[in-house]
């Protein structure tokens, strides 16, 4: 059975494949309890976002994974999309969004996870 930190470097590579930038795995375990890992990925537009979110919704089938809650932290969409996988939240941003939050800067004390 594959750990939580194989699912989340798995993931980053499936995003990295479906040509997401800047994917980053966060190890944030110690830091909250509600999840483990977080996967940051920068996307291009709204139909790059819809992309990766159908190769997300097969690997969770494939790897016995489930969606919590899917958001989007904009109105249109195109800005952060967040996908809560229970211990492994993925965040789907654009360029502008991921500047703007800087989530592993608010994140500093994470260790980042090398999956390549």
């Known amino acids: 059975m594959k750990t939580l930190e194989e699912k989340a470097k798995e993931i980053a590579r499936l995003m990295e494949d479906g040509k997401g930038k ?3 795995v966060l190890d944030i375990s110690k830091l909250n309890s509600w999840t483990d890992y977080f996967v ?3 996307v291009n537009s709204s139909t790059h976002w819809q ?3 159908k ?3 097969q690997y969770i089938k494939d790897n ?3 969606i919590h809650v899917t958001n989007r932290k904009s109105p249109d969409g195109d ?3 967040l ?3 229970g211990p492994i939240v993925v965040h789907l941003m654009s360029e502008q969004a991921r500047q703007f939050y800087d989530l592993e800067k608010l994140w500093f004390n994470g260790t980042v996870v090398e999956y390549n």
């Open 22 to 24: 800047d994917v980053r």
């Open 40 to 42: 940051i990925v920068t």
């Open 51 to 53: 992309g990766l979110y």
């Open 55 to 57: 190769d997300i919704k």
């Open 64 to 66: 016995d994974l489930e």
């Open 79 to 81: 800005d952060w999309n």
């Open 83 to 85: 996908i809560d996988l």
